[in-house]
């Protein structure tokens, strides 16, 4: 596509419930980036992939928070248990480069856990 | 570790008005430094970079930011301002020598007077 792609938009989930967010990058890059980014704040650095492989997932804060990239190119990052600290807008971004010097960002998908 | 600060979280300016965001990092060496515009329901769109070489540097939109060592920051500038720039703006810097991830500030909300 044109740019980078997620899905759903907006998602609603009920405290506990598991949620699944998906990022379809520009075709052809190598590099995957998830960020969170709370009300009022920028987004914060959740993981990195390059191709399959997840080089860096330092920035996941807990062990609810799961991302893959199984062939390379669209990437799902799952949240179990939701909670509400968990709300937040998660923004994709893909680079044709290894690393985030030459970003694009993906508009995000809103979760609100009520 | 580093960080961003941008110390004016909303700012209001006329249309036709020339337009300055402050942006100052902490970071034991020179890093790559960003800034990308955010409008409602968007993607964040990047404006401007700075790897090295002439501290002044031109972006998209008719925006330029100043690298100044000294006081270790990062200013985004325009001469005049048009009410379609009216979005959040925020400032990253990636450390050099690799890294993965970018470090952002927690913005600053532009409002456009008519």
């Known amino acids: 596509g044109a740019g980078v792609s997620q899905s759903p938009r907006y998602k609603v989930a009920k405290r506990g419930q598991d949620v699944a967010l998906r990022c379809d990058p520009i075709?052809?890059?190598?590099?995957l980036f998830w960020y969170q980014q709370a009300l009022g704040q920028g987004p914060e650095f959740l993981t990195y992939?390059?191709?399959?492989?997840?080089?860096?997932k330092s920035g996941l804060p807990s062990d609810r928070f799961f991302a893959e990239r199984p062939e390379g190119s669209v990437s799902t990052l799952k949240i179990q248990r939701t909670q509400q600290e968990d709300s937040a807008v998660y923004l994709c971004a893909s680079s044709l480069v290894p690393g985030p010097l030459e970003a694009f960002f993906g508009q995000g998908t809103r979760l609100t856990v009520v | 570790a580093q960080s961003v600060t941008q110390p004016d979280i909303h700012i209001t300016v006329s249309e036709g008005a020339s337009l300055e965001l402050r942006c100052n990092y902490s970071?034991?060496?020179?890093?790559?430094l960003f800034w990308y515009v955010q409008s409602p329901g968007q993607g964040l769109q990047l404006l401007l970079k700075?790897?090295?070489?002439?501290?002044l540097v031109q972006g998209i939109k008719g925006f330029e930011a100043e690298f100044k060592r000294s006081q270790s920051s990062f200013n985004l500038r325009k001469p005049s301002v048009h009410w379609s720039d009216a979005a959040e703006y925020f400032c990253a810097l990636r450390v050099t020598g690799g890294g993965n991830k970018l470090t952002f500030g927690t913005g600053t909300q532009l409002k456009v007077e008519l």
């Open positions: 992939f390059q191709n399959e492989a997840q080089l860096d």
């Open positions: 075709s052809g890059h190598v590099s």
């Open positions: 700075y790897f090295s070489g002439d501290t």
């Open positions: 970071y034991g060496a020179t890093p790559y």
